[in-house]
């Protein structure tokens, strides 16, 4: 399972896209100051030229090679995500509680790894968590807007230890 960190970074919208407000590309022969200027800010990428004035997020590069098409970073396949273990929610109302997170790769981390099927192909329901997931401390301020647990140190987290 081990495999070489991805590269992450920031994915552009394509120049000819209703993203990139700069309009089309001007004619070089008929008018190469305009042409300098727009291309300056619309260097060419594998799919053609991009606007560097739209950003659409970050991507991860070795999956979007992959893909064919954009991976977000937090869709990556070798990224690991903690999310709290199944079940386990943290009280609403305190700022600092332990709670134990499951830390491994978006694949794992939905039951879609080869560990949570018999050899038939059929979900094996005796698979609590597949080999590749750990089980951590996490605090409940180290709780992101999307559910998951950010790596963010807690002090409060730390003294109980």
Not at 65 to 92: F, I, L, T, W, Y
Not at 98 to 127: H, K, N, Q, S
Not at 133 to 157: F, H, M, P, V, W
Request: hydrophobic share 25%; net charge negative.
């Amino acid at each position: 399972m081990t495999e070489k960190p991805h590269e992450f970074g920031p994915f552009y919208a394509n120049a000819d896209s209703p993203h990139c407000k700069h309009g089309a590309e001007p004619d070089w022969n008929t008018d190469g100051e305009a042409w300098d200027l727009w291309s300056d800010r619309h260097p060419t990428s594998d799919d053609g030229r991009i606007c560097l004035n739209a950003p659409v997020g970050d991507a991860c590069f070795d999956c979007s090679a992959v893909e064919g098409d954009m991976v977000p970073s937090g869709a990556c396949r070798v990224q690991e995500h903690a999310r709290s273990k199944s079940g386990v929610v943290p009280n609403p109302g305190a700022e600092h509680q332990a709670v134990t997170v499951w830390v491994g790769t978006a694949e794992c981390l939905e039951r879609e790894c080869e560990e949570y099927f018999t050899d038939d192909g059929d979900i094996d329901p005796g698979v609590e968590r597949c080999s590749h997931i750990r089980e951590e401390l996490a605090c409940s301020c180290q709780r992101g807007t999307d559910g998951e647990y950010t790596n963010s140190t807690c002090k409060a987290l730390a003294t109980t230890r």
